[in-house]
């Protein structure tokens, strides 16, 4: 596609249920990203992704967030038995994975937890 | 781990008046971005910088990536309505498995009652 794309926009969910959040990246573009964005805050980085592998993890909070990509192009952001501060916007962004490649974003997936 | 500064972290803009904010950094970046988030959407890059020293203009913008590599500012000229946003700085080191962007807490950009 032309952009980034995240889906779901929105979701809703209750405190102990999984989330799963989808990110499609710009077609050849070799690295993806997971921030989070928590109300009134920066971004703050989860994992990235450089063809299938994640070489830096560093940014995922805990280990109930995990994230996987296959096929070099779609990456999935799990967040299992979710709780209440897990509340934020999941951005996805993607580049050519070249060293002075642009990270171009996707417009989020809203994530509430009640 | 690395932090920058973002300041200030929010203004009202007047239309017509120009706006300056800036980013410091505990330590040093290869590349200074600075993007724009409107509501509901992802940031946008307005302005990539690669050398310290450099100076960029794109439009009404201009950014200048810091001689130290520690700091960076962007200016808005005689700023419209829809300027009103959120304006992010982030650095990036590029090269080895370190590939994520370090944000500023963004500067909140609002029309004047």
């Known amino acids: 596609g032309a952009g980034v794309s995240q889906s779901p926009s929105n979701k809703v969910t209750e405190k102990g249920k999984d989330v799963e959040l989808r990110c499609d990246p710009i077609?050849?573009?070799?690295?993806l990203y997971w921030y989070r964005q928590s109300l009134g805050q920066g971004l703050e980085f989860l994992i990235y992704?450089?063809?299938?592998?994640?070489?830096?993890k560093s940014g995922l909070p805990s280990d109930r967030f995990s994230a996987e990509r296959t096929g070099g192009s779609v990456s999935t952001l799990t967040i299992q038995r979710t709780q209440q501060e897990d509340s934020a916007v999941y951005l996805c962004?993607?580049?050519?994975?070249?060293?002075?490649?642009?990270?171009?974003f996707g417009p989020g997936t809203r994530l509430l937890v009640l | 781990g690395q932090q920058l500064n973002q300041s200030p972290q929010s203004m009202f803009i007047q239309e017509g008046e120009d706006v300056s904010m800036n980013c410091t950094s505990s330590?040093?970046?290869?590349?200074w971005l600075w993007y724009k988030q409107d509501p509901g959407e992802g940031p946008v890059l307005l302005i990539a910088?690669?050398?310290?020293?450099e100076l960029t203009s794109n439009g009404r913008l201009t950014a200048q990536f810091g001689i130290t590599r520690k700091d960076s500012f962007l200016n808005i000229s005689a700023s419209i309505p829809s300027d009103v946003g959120i304006y992010f700085c982030?650095?990036?080191?590029?090269?080895?498995?370190?590939?994520?962007?370090?944000f500023g807490k963004g500067t909140k950009l609002s029309v004047k009652p």
């Open positions: 982030a650095g990036y080191n590029y090269g080895g498995s370190q590939g994520n962007l370090i």
């Open positions: 962004a993607s580049s050519s994975g070249s060293p002075s490649g642009t990270q171009y």
């Open positions: 992704f450089q063809g299938n592998s994640a070489p830096d």
């Open positions: 910088l690669y050398k310290a020293g």
């Open positions: 077609s050849g573009h070799t690295a």
């Open positions: 330590s040093i970046f290869n590349t």
